[in-house]
């Protein structure tokens, strides 16, 4: 059967757009100054701290109890990793510094570089775009509206909005719906291979094309994506074999 046309592409956000992960390092340095000016601490027990918070970022649920916030989530998440780190209680305070200086430092560090923005202004005078990322809904909407990249989207779907997010197909689907094309139709662009690349595959897209920078996960595991390029900014490249 002759393969369909590329009319749509599929982008993720976090570290296929935006550089998320160098923007988490800027904003825990921010509270590693802060914790210092607070606490009476060596590094060691700092990075004990960091690593317990990352832990329960990973491991955090998206249900939440009625009336709570994924902000108050958040700072319980630091109020137990300081807590459990110098044993002691009654730090809320300090717990809810260091949450907000850890979130405003990262969101005022993402960005759309100029070269992602004229790529995006490029791309879509030929195909339809739409923006799928995963993750909690507040946490995701934020990160949107901070580099302020709706304008270059046919369509942004927060998948935390939603029953089910990748690499289920069901998200997939409600993104073809929105762009009105065929699976066949589409290019899944991200830098995650359990999300984006194998979702890209249950959903049955043209191809999946992964986002790898060398110092990240290796290509070693059962997920194998059609194309793979380190930068978002080689995506031509790869369109074009498509044509």
């Known amino acids: 059967m002759e393969a369909k046309s590329v009319k749509a592409i599929l982008f993720d956000l976090d ?14 340095q921010k509270t ?11 590094d060691d ?23 709570t916030s994924q902000d108050d989530v958040r700072v319980c998440h630091w109020e137990e990793s ?17 949450y907000y200086m850890w979130k405003n430092s990262r969101l005022e560090v993402l960005c ?17 775009l739409l923006l799928l990322t995963n993750g909690d809904a507040q946490t995701q909407r934020e990160k949107v509206e901070a ?27 409600l993104c073809f ?18 999300t984006d690349i194998q979702g890209g595959f249950n959903a049955g897209v043209r191809a999946t094309v992964w986002i790898h920078r060398a110092e990240r996960t290796s290509l070693d ?11 978002v900014l080689d995506l031509p490249g790869v369109l074009a074999q498509l044509q």
Not at 83 to 98: F, H, M, V
Not at 112 to 128: H, W
Not at 177 to 194: H, I, P, R, S, T
């Open 15 to 28: 570290n296929t757009l935006i550089e998320t992960s160098g923007a988490g390092e800027v904003a825990l």
């Open 32 to 42: 590693r100054e802060l914790l210092k000016s607070k606490l009476s601490l060596d």
């Open 45 to 67: 027990a700092i990075c004990s701290i960091f690593d317990k918070f990352k832990q329960k970022l990973l491991h955090e649920s998206s249900d939440r109890l009625p009336g």
């Open 82 to 98: 300081i807590a459990e780190t110098i044993g002691r209680c009654s730090i809320s305070d300090l717990a809810s510094q260091c």
């Open 112 to 128: 759309l570089t100029p070269e992602v923005r004229n790529l995006l202004k490029q791309l879509r005078s030929r195909y339809k």
């Open 147 to 173: 580099v302020k990249c709706e304008e270059f989207f046919d369509a942004v779907v927060i998948a935390g909005d939603h029953a089910e997010q990748k690499p289920f197909p069901s998200i997939f689907q």
């Open 177 to 194: 719906d929105q762009l009105e094309v065929e699976a066949q139709e589409c290019v899944m662009v991200g830098d995650n291979l359990d």
């Open 221 to 231: 595991g059962p997920v194998k994506p059609d194309y793979t390029i380190p930068t």
